[in-house]
C-alpha cells in the first residue's frame, strides 16, 4: 500500500511540477533544507556570495514536524518549492530532499549537494541501508534518496570517495570544492558573540562536550561531569537539536549559540564520531574522541575513519584517562596536523567563492 501512495505521489507531482516548467528560466538559484527552519552557516555564506554575483536567492528551510496536520503543512512547502525549482538555474541542498530526488528537472538546472557536516566520520546515506541506524532498501529505491545530483562538494580527497558510496553516485560527480563553513571557522574568534554575552565564561579552560545523535538513546554524559574538575575547568554539553536528553542547565548554554561559536571559546573539545571533529582541527583545538560505545555503533552504523588507527592518543573508550591527559596537557599536535591535512584540503578561505564560481560558470 505504501508504494502504491508514493508512486501515485510521485505521479501527481511530476505532473505539477511540469506545469511549473512551462514558466521562463530566470537567473536564481534555490536553497532547499529540512535539517532545519533556518538558514544554516553555508546557507548564509553562499547566499551572500550568490548575491554578489546578481543571483536572486530563494531559501526555503522546512522540517517535517510530526503528526498529520504538521505533514499536510509540509505538504504545500513541497509545492511552493516546486514552484521556484521549475524556473531556477541553481538549486542547493544539504540533506535529502523530496523535490530534487523526486522530480524530473530541466536538464540545464545544476543541484549542489553541500551536505550538512565537513566530513563523514559516520557512515551515512548508502552506506548504512538495512543497518540500524539506516534505511531501508526499498523505501530508499522508492524515495529516489539521493538522486539527481550534479555536483557534491566536500574538503578532502579521502572524503570525496566516501561521499560517492554514501551518495551511490559516480566519483566524478564529487568535487574538492570546499565548504563554506571553513571560511567561517577560521574567522570564528573574532567577535564571538559568546564572550561578549557571558564575559566570564573564559575565567577558565573550557571543554566542549559535541556528543552523536543516536536514535531513540539518551547520550551517556554523567561520566563525564563526575570526572571533570569542575573548579578547573568550564563544561559545556552541546547535545543535537533533535536529543531528547535532558542537561542540566549548569553545563548547557543558550541554542542561539551555535556550534562553531563554541569552538571560537573552546580550549578542548571532546565528541565520539561527530564530524565538529574535523571543525575543530581547523583551529588546531585538541580533541579527543570518547568511544564508549563503538563496538555497539559499529554494529548499529560504522565508521569510514578508523580513529583507534588515526588518531590512536587521543581516542579511548575511559573518559577519565581523557580527562588524564587534559590535566597533563600532553597533545600530540603532529598526529592532529596529519589528520587535518587528510580531511581537510581547502583552508585558504575561498571556499564559498570557489563553489559558486564553478556553479554559475561551470567546470
Excluded at 501527481?12 to 533544507?33: A, G
Excluded at 571533529?277 to 554494529?299: G, H, N, R, T
Aim: proline residues 2%; contains cysteine.
Amino acid at each position: 500500500m505504501k508504494k502504491i501512495i508514493v508512486n501515485m505521489f510521485k505521479t501527481m507531482f511530476n505532473f505539477i511540477y511540469s506545469l511549473f516548467k512551462l514558466r521562463k528560466v530566470q537567473n536564481k538559484v534555490v536553497m532547499l533544507s529540512r535539517q532545519s527552519n533556518f538558514m544554516s552557516i553555508d546557507f548564509k555564506l553562499l547566499k551572500e556570495e550568490f548575491e554578489k554575483n546578481g543571483v536572486e536567492v530563494i531559501v526555503l528551510c522546512k522540517m517535517i514536524g510530526p503528526g498529520i496536520i504538521n505533514k499536510i503543512k509540509y505538504s504545500f512547502h513541497l509545492l511552493i518549492s516546486a514552484y521556484h525549482l521549475a524556473s531556477a538555474k541553481y538549486c542547493i541542498v544539504d540533506t535529502y530532499s523530496i523535490c530534487v530526488s523526486m522530480l524530473k528537472h530541466r536538464k540545464e538546472l545544476r543541484i549542489l549537494q553541500v551536505w550538512h557536516a565537513l566530513g563523514a566520520i559516520k557512515k551515512f546515506g548508502y552506506q548504512v541501508l538495512e543497518k540500524q541506524e539506516g534505511s531501508k532498501k526499498d523505501t530508499s529505491d522508492l524515495f529516489n534518496m539521493h538522486k539527481n545530483y550534479t555536483y557534491i562538494t566536500c574538503a578532502s580527497e579521502a572524503t570525496r570517495k566516501v561521499y560517492s558510496e554514501a551518495f551511490n553516485t559516480e566519483l566524478d560527480k564529487v568535487k574538492v570544492w570546499g565548504m563554506p563553513r571553513i571560511d567561517y571557522i577560521l574567522n570564528i574568534k573574532q567577535n564571538n558573540r559568546i564572550i561578549k554575552d557571558n564575559p566570564k565564561i573564559k575565567d577558565k579552560p573550557v571543554v566542549v562536550y559535541f556528543p552523536t545523535f543516536r536514535k531513540n538513546e539518551k547520550i551517556d554524559y554523567q561520566q563525564l561531569i563526575d570526572a571533570i574538575d569542575k573548579d578547573k575547568y568550564k563544561l559545556i554539553i552541546k547535545i543535537h537539536p533533535l536529543d531528547k536528553t535532558i542537561v542540566s542547565d549548569e553545563y548547557t548554554i543558550d541554542f542561539k549559540y551555535d556550534s562553531f561559536e563554541l569552538l571560537g571559546i573552546a580550549d578542548y573539545i571532546i565528541t565520539d564520531y561527530s564530524a565538529i571533529s574535523l571543525e575543530a582541527a581547523v583551529l588546531d583545538i585538541p580533541v579527543f574522541f570518547w568511544v564508549y560505545d563503538i563496538e555497539k555503533y559499529e554494529k548499529s552504523r560504522g565508521l569510514n575513519v578508523n580513529l583507534m588507527n588515526e588518531m590512536p592518543s587521543f581516542t579511548n573508550n575511559n573518559i577519565q584517562e581523557i580527562i588524564d591527559k587534559i590535566e597533563k596537557k600532553a597533545y600530540n599536535y603532529t598526529e592532529l596536523e596529519l589528520f587535518k591535512e587528510k580531511y581537510i584540503e581547502t583552508l585558504d578561505a575561498e571556499n564559498t567563492k570557489r563553489i559558486v564560481s564553478f556553479m554559475i560558470k561551470g567546470e
